[in-house]
């Protein structure tokens, strides 16, 4: 286990020395600079490392999620977010982002 | 106390039924497709933790497994992460400004230590950690995972600020024996050990690139250097952690 969480918190971490600083939170994609990853870039970065990738890749986007905002374009031009064509790629994702957000909604 | 533990138990049965109903055998999903099966599964996935779950407590041979019992006592896969998503949107989506969190006191605030809040959403990270994977490593590190996450939806934590307050809450539930609370296992305060571990781990790498000038602000490189992605990615394989000496909490 600690070797399959390692990596996708690192590459979170990494964030902080890229450009997304103190503050930014789920609202804050516009303090991403160019050089942080987007969400795609993550994901793709947490599946590369092959194994148990599945779950790997669902812990980088949640974290990449939380810190540069949702779908991507839903927030300006928020090019950091969960990219809108992923979203229509599964089924039932627009559904199921409106249930995250009305999650994050109940307390 | 014991009202929580009830709690928890309603809320674990819940989601042992709701999963059953979404995975489980009789489901979408049909039965459990055996290890050597051609892959890629000719219809939909489930991840190793639901397929266990599902023989578990699916096997018409037995007595229906019910919460905790349907977890799976040998499972300490990175599936657990996935359980601590909704749990951590649910404990900490009210407070996304900065701003707010910073008007509601300084406990509130970015990179703040545990507070009671943190620590009902490390339980019930555990309860639904539990419906599947049955093991103090897989709900430790789920905890950890958490407890990162509400830092950064809750108070707008910088990403290694979040590390380190995520490493706080999981030494804040080593004293809960300490203070007449119901204590847990040896084995449970390990586990929690080898997940701070994993944290300091991350945060120890991510502040070498950035130390190395790699991957710094203003710098026009597009993500992570390489020697940095290779040295991550070999913890992708490699389960020895002893390379990296994590610092301590500032």
Known sequence: ?107 | MLFCIFLHAYIGEALANAFDAAFGTDSEYGPIDPKDSPKPLDGPWRHGSLKGFAALRGDPKQTKKLYPACGLTSDSQADCLARAVPVAALFSGTRRDPAAAAAAGSQDQPGSSSSMGSRALSDAVAAVTRVTQNTDVAVAFAQAFGALLGEVVARGSAPLQALAAAEKALLALDTRGENGEDGDSEDAADARESARQALATARTLASQEQGSGSGGAGNDQKGPSEPFLRTVLSYAAVPSLSEVTPKPIA
């Open chain 1, 1 to 107: 286990m600690p070797h399959a969480f390692v990596l996708p918190v690192a590459l979170f971490a990494l964030q902080d020395a890229q450009g997304v600083g103190s503050g930014s939170g789920a609202a804050g994609a516009a303090s991403s600079s160019s050089s942080s990853l987007s969400y795609e870039e993550g994901v793709r970065a947490a599946i590369r490392g092959g194994g148990c990738c599945a779950s790997r890749a669902i812990a980088a986007g949640a974290c990449l999620a939380a810190l540069h905002g949702g779908e991507a374009g839903s927030e300006g031009d928020n090019a950091h977010g969960v990219p809108t064509a992923w979203v229509g790629r599964v089924r039932d994702g627009q559904q199921l982002l409106d249930v995250a957000v009305k999650l994050a909604c109940l307390r």
